[in-house]
Every structure is written in structure tokens, then in C-alpha cells.
């Protein structure tokens, strides 16, 4: 009976959520466009046609609720959660100094810290590691946000991985905390898992919910004490950072907008649909990371063979880009 009792309070506590997320990005919807927080397709998009921006905003709101529902526990959270959110926010609006983003990325990250205690845990090295590891898988999940459904469908797969983990191998975090932006990944969709999108994340999507991400790894990996668990970023990093390689070759600014990743060569070159390559990344992922959790009870070592085994498959794939069609 109690179960029955908690899964009917559930069920009715995430519906009220969803509806509040919803006329919130319905009353955003009328903002934008007044305002006109938009995205015009140019020379190095994979869309065709003007699309709201900002609806990532949805992440933000549902971070902010539960936070403001358990501040006692998430209020480091809530405060870097809070400045990558608007400045990334500002950024959809005009654009900034690389500086001045990284610099608030490096604020947000050390009020993070400060509030997992990581500074009295590793030391100052790991740290340093941490620092530029945290500050590139931000970049990185902005870098990937370039079709529809892509962010959505990936957060999605990684944030059900996680909750697996925390419900039946190690409990980390508040259950709620991952549910929540899993709530928020299912409202995006509904608006952004579309031929023609209603929205697109922007900068505000994709950094919010990558900060989300990255608190959730790192509550997990100093739970573990493993770093294994970053294997749950692996199809993003693998093409985040061939295709990086991939321009330093070519002499190109990677901080220029591009046509390099390889789910833009499958969109824009082999003609593939948005919601098809989308769907294959969330999938891959999320094989990747229940092949972790299969594995993560045998020997360390056997685990990392098979995860550097994981990357080398997901290398060979990124390499079928060069293939001439």
C-alpha cells in the first residue's frame, strides 16, 4: 500500500511539474517572439528555416524548482547552476567575449566545488584536471547542439543511465534531483523532437543542462570513487574532440561556427534526417552506458579494457565521415 501510495503521490507530483513547465515555456514562447530571440539559418547551419531560441530555458526553470524545493542540499548548485544559466542566457541574446564566458564557467565551477567539497577531497592537481575537464564537456555540449532532438534525446539517455545507477548500484543524489531534469528533457522534446521545430535550446539549453550533468557525474564519481563513469559522455566526447583535431588540421578557428561534426556530415552531406542521427547518438549512448553498469561489479581493469575498447569502435565510426558518399 505505501508503495502504491508513493507511486500515485509521484505520479500526480511530476504531472504538476510537467504542467508548470509547459505553460512556461508557453508564456517564454510569446516573450521570444516579441522580443525576437531567434534563430536565422546561415551558411554553416544544418536547419533552413527561423526558429525560436532559448527553449532550453526549460532546464533552468526545472533546476531552479527543485533547488528552491531542497535549497538546504542544492544551493551551490542553485548559485552556479543560476550564473551559466544567464550568461549563456545573455549570449543567445548577443553575443559575448569568449573570455567573459569562460571566466563566469570557472566562477560557476568553483562555487560548485566549494559546495561538494572537492576542494578538501582531491588534491590541488586533480582539481586543476577536474577544472579543464568540466569547463570542456560545457563547450562541448554546446558545440553538439545542431539538429533537433539531439540534446534532448542525448541528456535523456545519459540522465537514464545515471538514474539507474543511483536507484540500483550506488545511491548518490536525491532521486528527484536526476527525475527533475529528466522532466525537463521530455517537455524540450516535445517541442524541439520535431521535422520543423517549435524551438531550439541555444546557449541557455545546452549549458544548463550539461552543468546538470556534470554536477550528477561528479556527485557520483566522488561517491565511487571512480572516474569511469565519464565513459557516459563518450559518444559526444569522441566527436567533440576528433572533430577538434579534425580543424586544428585543417588551420581553422575552432571557435568559429562549423560543418565538421559528424552528425552535421550525416545531416547536411549524407542526408540523413535530424531525428534519425539524433536518435542513433542517444542510442549509442545509452548502450555505452548499460555496458558500464553490466560491467562495473568485475575488476576495474576489465571495465577500462572495455571502455577504451568502447572509444576505439566509436573513433572507427567518426572516421566513416571521410568515406565519399
Known amino acids: 500500500m505505501i508503495i502504491n501510495f508513493m507511486s500515485l503521490f509521484d505520479f500526480f507530483h511530476y504531472s504538476i511539474i510537467i504542467a508548470i513547465l509547459m505553460v512556461a515555456m508557453f508564456v517564454y514562447f510569446r516573450i521570444a517572439d516579441k522580443f525576437n530571440i531567434i534563430d536565422k539559418p546561415n551558411e554553416r547551419s544544418s536547419h533552413d528555416y527561423i526558429t525560436l531560441r532559448g527553449g532550453g530555458i526549460v532546464w533552468f526553470l526545472s533546476g531552479s524548482l527543485f533547488s528552491l524545493f531542497n535549497l538546504s542540499e542544492s544551493l551551490y548548485f542553485l548559485i552556479g547552476f543560476t550564473m551559466v544559466s544567464v550568461v549563456s542566457f545573455w549570449d543567445d541574446f548577443a553575443s559575448l567575449s569568449n573570455k567573459t564566458r569562460i571566466i563566469v564557467h570557472f566562477l560557476a565551477i568553483s562555487v560548485l566545488f566549494y559546495g561538494l567539497k572537492v576542494f578538501n577531497i582531491l588534491t590541488w592537481w586533480q582539481v586543476l584536471i577536474a577544472y579543464v575537464f568540466i ?191
Open 135 to 325: 569547463v570542456g564537456i560545457l563547450n562541448a555540449y554546446n558545440f553538439m547542439d545542431g539538429i533537433n532532438g539531439i540534446t534532448g534525446l542525448y541528456s535523456l539517455s545519459v540522465l537514464i543511465g545515471l538514474q539507474y545507477v543511483n536507484c540500483v548500484i550506488v545511491y548518490f543524489t536525491q532521486i528527484d534531483f536526476i527525475n527533475y531534469a529528466i522532466l525537463a528533457c521530455l517537455v524540450f522534446l516535445f517541442f524541439n523532437f520535431r521535422k520543423r521545430a517549435k524551438c531550439f535550446a541555444g546557449d541557455i539549453g545546452s549549458m544548463a543542462v550539461s552543468f546538470w550533468i556534470v554536477t550528477l557525474l561528479l556527485q557520483l564519481i566522488l561517491k565511487t570513487q571512480s572516474v569511469i563513469w565519464i565513459l557516459f559522455l563518450t559518444v559526444y566526447g569522441v566527436d567533440t574532440i576528433l572533430t577538434i583535431l579534425h580543424r586544428f588540421y585543417l588551420k581553422q578557428n575552432i571557435f568559429l561556427a562549423h560543418r565538421l561534426h559528424f552528425y552535421q556530415v550525416l545531416t547536411n552531406e549524407r542526408g540523413f534526417s535530424h531525428l534519425t542521427v539524433a536518435s542513433g547518438y542517444a542510442a549509442a549512448q545509452l548502450i555505452i552506458c548499460f555496458v558500464i553498469i553490466s560491467l562495473y561489479r568485475f575488476s576495474l581493469s576489465f571495465i577500462w579494457i572495455t571502455g577504451i575498447g568502447m572509444l576505439f569502435l566509436c573513433c572507427l565510426t567518426y572516421f566513416l565521415k571521410f568515406k565519399k558518399s
